[in-house]
């Protein structure tokens, strides 16, 4: 091999990893009265605790059951979490927060922003803000506002 050969050998290529996806039980019986939602192989909702809290309290209790309020990262995730609308009866604090005006935001569990869930002409852009399921996606609003919430414990 001359010099220039082994050059182009030794240079760096690309390349792509294969591996298998998980694969997750169709079922896992939560502890009542939390649902388990297959694709995150999570277990939601507000446990015992039905009281209105602000963003920050609904957190604290959330990692007190071992979980942290629920992130969103697909469509899917978006409408399984409306779909939780009808059993809270109320609009409830998620994961989302912002403490630069709206201009950046992260989820509570430090998961990746990988999917944008806001309803049109939000987020508003206020001072700071806290996310709030608003029916087909999610609105912000003052974190010290008082809301029910929904926990997310991974499995």
């Known amino acids: 091999m001359d010099d ?3 050059k182009i050998a030794l240079k760096p290529k690309p390349y792509v990893c294969k591996s298998a996806k998980p694969v997750y039980p169709a079922f896992v019986n ?4 939390l649902i388990y939602y297959q694709p995150t192989h999570s277990c ?3 446990g015992t605790e039905r009281k209105f809290k602000t963003w920050a309290l609904s957190e604290d209790y959330c ?6 309020s629920a992130s969103i990262h697909s469509h899917g995730e978006q409408v399984f979490l409306s779909s939780l ?3 809270s009866d109320s609009n409830f604090w998620i994961g989302a927060s912002s403490n630069d005006g709206g201009v950046t935001w992260k989820w509570s569990d430090n998961s990746k922003w990988d999917y944008n869930p ?11 803000g806290c ?3 608003w029916g087909s996606g999610i609105i912000d609003t003052n974190c010290s506002d008082t809301r029910t919430l929904i926990c997310q414990i991974k499995l």
């Open 131 to 133: 996310g709030i399921n």
């Open 4 to 6: 220039g050969q082994l």
């Open 44 to 46: 939601y909702g507000d």
């Open 85 to 87: 609308l009808m059993i």
């Open 63 to 68: 990692i007190s059951v071992g979980g942290h």
């Open 118 to 128: 806001w309803v049109s002409n939000f987020p508003s852009r206020k001072l700071s």
């Open 30 to 33: 939560c502890t009542w009265p």
